[in-house]
Nanobody, 123 residues
Framework: QVQLVESGGGLVQAGGSLRLSCAASGRTFSRYATGWFRQAPGKEREFVAAITWSGANTYYADSVKGRFTISRDNAKNTVILQMNSLKPEDTAVYYC????????????????WGQGTQVTVSS
């Protein structure tokens, strides 16, 4: 079983940057695909980015492509979401998710979830 804890959220002005971290417990986390999702008030949770267990492949939602970067350090059981050029529409609770299977674009593809971290981008 894997436990995930997100950190790094906060309040930032439009155009600014934030670095979200997902710290995982479990010795086998290095074999888990990991994704980031977000949920804005009144909206459904949506896919943001994902990375395969090896880190060799990454995937992004069109809305964040070119601005966000996902990476992982398996030695530290950590996955990072670097967010640059933030926009007010990026405001949401950001969730880290992991699964032993391959990465996915929908919530059902991931068995393990963190509690989320709030990101607020002011205009």
């Amino acid at each position: 079983q894997v436990q995930l804890v997100e950190s790094g959220g906060g309040l930032v002005q439009a155009g600014g940057s934030l670095r979200l971290s997902c710290a995982a417990s479990g010795r086998t986390f290095s074999r888990y695909a990991t994704g980031w999702f977000r949920q804005a008030p009144g909206k459904e949770r949506e896919f943001v980015a994902a990375i395969t267990w090896s880190g060799a492949n990454t995937y992004y939602a069109d809305s964040v492509k070119g601005r966000f970067t996902i990476s992982r350090d398996n030695a530290k059981n950590t996955v990072i979401l670097q967010m640059n050029s933030l926009k007010p529409e990026d405001t949401a609770v950001y969730y880290c998710a992991a699964d032993r299977g391959g990465f996915g674009y929908v919530m059902d593809d991931y068995a393990y979830w963190g509690q989320g971290t709030q990101v607020t981008v002011s205009s």
